[in-house]
C-alpha cells in the first residue's frame, strides 16, 4: 500500500472504525469480536518509556493480544478510554482522574490490526500524545 493511500479520507474512516471497534470489544471484554478484528500475526508492542533502561514488551498472537488489550482497556475505577487523534492518526488515550497514562496507536493490514503501538509514559503524553 502506497503513502498515498494510508491518507485518503477511507482509510482514515476505516481506521477510526476499527479503532473504535477495538475499544468497544475491549472495553465491554468481548474476547471473541476483538480476535476477529486482529489480524492473525498481530503484534502489542508495549514501552513503558523509561528512560533510564529500555522497557518495551512485545505480545504476538490474537489470543494474547487480546486479553492484554482487555486488560488494558476494560473500565475500572476512575479509568477512561477515549478516541483522540495520536501521531495525528485514530488512536486511543487512557487516562486515570484527567491524567493520561497511556496513547496507543493502531496499524491496519488488509482492515485488520496488526500492530498496537502502547506508550506508557506520561510525561510526553502530557506534551502532545505522542507515542
Known sequence: MSLIAL???THRGRRRRTVGALRAAASSR????????LAPDVAVVVDAGEPDRAKVRVVHGPDDASL???HALSARDGQEVAERPVNDRPGLVVSRGGRPTAAIAVDLADRL??????RLDPAPLRRGMAV
Open 7 to 9: 491518507r485518503t479520507p
Open 30 to 37: 468481548d474476547l471473541r469480536r476483538l480476535r476477529e478484528l
Open 68 to 70: 492484554l488489550l482487555v
Open 113 to 118: 490490526v496488526s500492530v498496537v503501538w502502547v
